[in-house]
């Protein structure tokens, strides 16, 4: 039986990176060694307090969180408190986190957790699914540490679909030269990159009635999981929603439901309508690149084009609903 696999989630607590903090904190194959916060859907103090919310909810109070960048490299912050509530996840009444962040900065913290793994012998696969500020920084300060990453496996961007503008998606658009630098970072370092876009994003969905159903479980976890659900279905109005980012922590224990494509991309960062905007370089011709005054992309992308939504929902559901009652912890 192979040991379960090292990651560590870069977050923006959120509605969907919650249902992905519980996947990742709960599911067999997965051991879950870190969490670090940035700004993005909501401001870093909610952030925060939503991701040790999560994890105490989980049980996981043994994961250090480390609080990281409180805005983008350049850009002034936007948060998506439209979608995620006044307090960014759902607006559901929790109670305060009984624990409190690690002493060490985020980035710090990813890099103690990269080396770590590394000398372990089991190099870390690293989630991001916010803005990736704290990851370009991370990459910048402590470049030794980051060449020991397994994988990068980031929720962003998009090939053909866009939400936070009509070309970007909200975490590149949030920070895109933070997206960019960690683009060229993976490449520099050769570190494989797996890019979980708005491509696939909506595709793994829960019913109102699969929520309903985990809610009368009965369990802390399942209460969470089906509120989080509920929240989404009643803001849009929906009979399902999506689960969004879990999506790219589900691909980490089925990556065969998911179809990717090897492919150069970049990140648009002067464009007057298309800042943010990720270039995924889809051409299929076999002729040189004479005409083309940019050439290839350095970064050589596992592009997500194609995923089977129901049955990386499954993954979520079926780790949800086998939490029991003890996964809360004093």
């Not at 939503?50 to 936007?78: F, I, M």
């Not at 998606?169 to 683009?183: I, K």
């Not at 876009?197 to 159903?213: E, T």
Request: proline content about 7%; overall charge negative.
């Amino acid at each position: 039986m192979n040991a379960p696999l090292r990651v560590a989630l870069d977050v923006d607590t959120g509605v969907d990176d919650a249902c992905a903090l519980l996947l990742a904190a709960l599911h067999p194959g997965l051991d879950l060694r870190a969490v670090t916060c940035v700004a993005g859907n909501a401001g870093l103090v909610d952030v925060t307090r939503n991701t040790l919310t999560v994890l105490e909810t989980a049980g996981r109070r043994d994961v250090p969180v480390g609080v990281g960048a409180t805005r983008p490299l350049l850009e002034q912050p936007r948060d998506a408190r439209h979608v995620h509530g006044a307090d960014g996840m759902g607006d559901l009444g929790l109670p305060a986190p009984r624990g409190g962040p690690d002493r060490r900065h985020g980035v710090d913290l990813l890099r103690d957790t990269a080396d770590a793994a590394a000398d372990a012998g089991q190099p870390l696969t690293l989630v991001p699914l916010g803005p990736l500020t704290n990851v370009a920084l991370f990459a910048r300060l402590y470049p030794d540490a980051f060449d020991r990453l397994g994988r990068v496996v980031f929720m962003g961007g998009g090939a053909q679909v866009s939400n936070a503008t009509a070309a970007a998606e909200f975490n590149v658009f949030h920070d895109p030269e933070a997206a960019a630098l960690v683009l060229d970072a993976c490449a520099e370092h050769r570190v494989p990159v797996t890019m979980y876009g708005l491509d696939v994003f909506y595709a793994p969905r829960v019913s109102a009635a699969q929520a309903a159903r985990l809610a009368g479980l009965g369990t802390p976890v399942a209460a969470l999981a089906s509120g989080l659900v509920d929240f989404q279905c009643r803001r849009f109005d929906a009979a399902d929603a999506t689960i969004g980012d879990a999506g790219a922590v589900a691909l980490l224990v089925d990556p065969d439901a998911v179809l990717t494509r090897r492919l150069p991309v970049r990140v648009e960062l002067a464009g007057t309508w298309t800042r943010g905007r990720t270039i995924v370089d889809q051409r299929d011709w076999g002729g040189d690149l004479d005409h083309d005054p940019h050439g290839l992309a350095p970064a050589q992308v596992d592009v997500a084009l194609e995923v089977d939504g129901p049955r990386l929902a499954e993954v979520w559901l079926a780790t949800m609903a086998s939490a029991g009652p003890d996964a809360v912890r004093a």
